[in-house]
């Protein structure tokens, strides 16, 4: 039997049928016999499941598989596109995410002894709660940035000597430019490494390109989520490959639209199963991600990263247009500095805009791209230095009227 295989059939029987969420999906499945079996029988669930069942049972829905009393961890979704769902973790499950962060850290080649700078406030997501406390638990000295304006962050970080920076990707381009503003340019500062996660920003090229030349380090992207954990970390030998942690889950990429699985070289939608959070567990979670599985010598990885979101593309005049995508050209300009999407779906066509904090001849030459490449006139306006909202933690840069 597979280690996968195993491990699955493991996570059943720690989980039925104290789990009612999950004992009133499945009933009792039995052993699962391979993969394809468990795939066959055992249904998605998906965020609106987790949604209506914390509206019936709130707060904390029925998805924890112990008493309430041993979870001593409380977190929650950021709600980007819904309502934030609260998520709570044993500590067995809060070992286990710390134990897929130190994977992350690793795979980004960090180590005992390095010094990591987290610029942002923690907030009630779980994702910098848990890169923090595991870089602390595997002796990285984790420098708290918290409370802080920019500039005295990038002081402290000066002053606390750091090699390491884990921020979304606006953030570092953020911190670049205040730097630049201060006279205090980040090159200078000695980080050598920067994990960014949050956004996808850190496998699409133009804005890896932009952050690393800026701060002239090397940026690693990882993604996960509250509820689901750690997920991913950068390929050292390939930035463009976002390694997967089949260690810990088992990964699907479907057909959107059938739910079929999708071929190496096709995009279709990560499917997510935790096989070691048994205290409040996820079975073959549709996560919204769209990625590209490609072959590699650990089951399978992701070229490009994530590559947008299945609730992010939106269609203008029968173009399809994916935030990641727009983020590439805009990045592209280095003189811009913050950008807005507005999407106005209130006339019988839907219009799409942008504004961008730079000249009105970098707007109108990024407008000549856009439609260059769209086949799209897509209107951009310039917007005078500092106008444009500013973001530590993931950016909400589209604005969607309805």
Known sequence: M???????????????????????????????????????????TTKDELAADRETHPPYGTTHTFPLSNYHRFHQTSGTRSKPLIWID?????????????????????????????????????????G????????????????????????????????ILCCTPTYALRLAEVGEKIKLPVSSLGITKIIVCGEPGGSILE??????????????????????????????????LLLLRHESYFCEVIDTTTGSPTPL????????????????????YRTGDLVMPVAHEDHFALRGGV????????????????????DAIVRSFPDIAEYQVEIDHRPA??????RVEATEETAAALARKLRSLFTLRIPVTAAAPGTLPTFEVKAKRWNILR
């Open 132 to 163: 923090f406390e595991a870089a602390t638990r595997m002796g990285v000295r984790a420098v708290p940035g918290g409370g802080l304006s920019s500039e005295d962050r990038l002081h402290l970080l000066v002053q606390s000597q750091s090699t």
């Open 2 to 44: 597979s280690s996968q295989l195993q491990k699955l059939n493991d996570l059943i029987h720690a989980i039925l049928p104290a789990n009612r969420f999950y004992a009133e999906k499945l009933g009792t499945p039995g052993i699962f016999t391979s993969l394809s079996d468990f795939t066959t029988r055992v249904p998605f």
């Open 349 to 354: 066509l839907a219009e799409i805009n942008l």
């Open 90 to 130: 044993d500590l067995d499950n809060w070992t286990w995410i710390l134990d897929n962060w130190e994977w992350v850290w690793r795979g980004a080649g960090v180590k005992a002894g390095d010094i990591a700078f987290f610029p942002f406030s923690f907030g009630p997501f779980l994702g910098f709660w848990a």
């Open 307 to 326: 590559l947008s979101r299945t609730d992010d593309m939106v269609v203008i005049r029968g173009i399809n247009i994916h935030p990641s995508s727009i």
């Open 207 to 240: 804005t890896r390109q932009r952050i690393e030349t800026a701060w002239q380090a090397r940026v690693y992207d990882h993604h996960g989520m509250t509820e689901i954990g750690p997920v991913s970390v950068s390929s050292e030998s390939d930035p463009n």
């Open 265 to 284: 070289g096709k995009t279709g939608e990560l499917v997510l199963t935790t096989l070691g959070r048994y205290g409040s567990p996820l079975l073959r």
